[in-house]
């Protein structure tokens, strides 16, 4: 089990810029393993924001790419998010999630979860 820790969320005016951290407890580097970003939105599903591999290799959903920036430190098993340009429909909780692909669970990869984050853009 990992432990995920957000920071970063909060209210911005529309434009504005965020950063949100994401950083695992400490354990034995697994490789390899995925850590990003899904939002949610109450009354809707929770969407994939984006996610970088462990040697670098970024994903992103089509409604955020070139606006967010995912970025990862791996000695200090953390990953961002750098939001610009930020509109309303970004408003959600931000879950950070870490994923050992060959490690499965039930038949699917091992995920563990942060909290979440929350994320309002409001003017």
């Known amino acids: 089990q990992v432990q995920l820790v957000e920071s970063g969320g909060g209210l911005v005016q529309p434009g504005g810029s965020l950063r949100l951290s994401c950083v695992a407890s400490?354990?034995?580097?697994?490789?390899?393993?995925?850590m990003g970003w899904y939002r949610q939105v109450p009354e809707k599903e929770r969407e994939f924001v984006a996610s970088?591999?462990?040697?670098?290799?970024?994903n992103y959903t089509a409604s955020t790419k070139d606006r967010f920036i995912i970025t990862r430190d791996n000695d200090k098993r953390a990953v961002f998010l750098q939001m610009t340009d930020l509109k309303p429909d970004d408003s959600a909780v931000y879950y950070c999630?870490?994923?050992?692909?060959?490690?499965?669970?039930?038949?699917?990869?091992?995920?563990?979860w942060g909290q979440g984050t929350q994320v309002t853009v409001h003017t």
């Open positions: 999630y870490k994923e050992f692909p060959l490690i499965t669970e039930n038949g699917r990869p091992k995920r563990s």
């Open positions: 400490r354990n034995v580097f697994i490789t390899p393993n995925i």
């Open positions: 970088m591999t462990n040697n670098g290799d970024a």
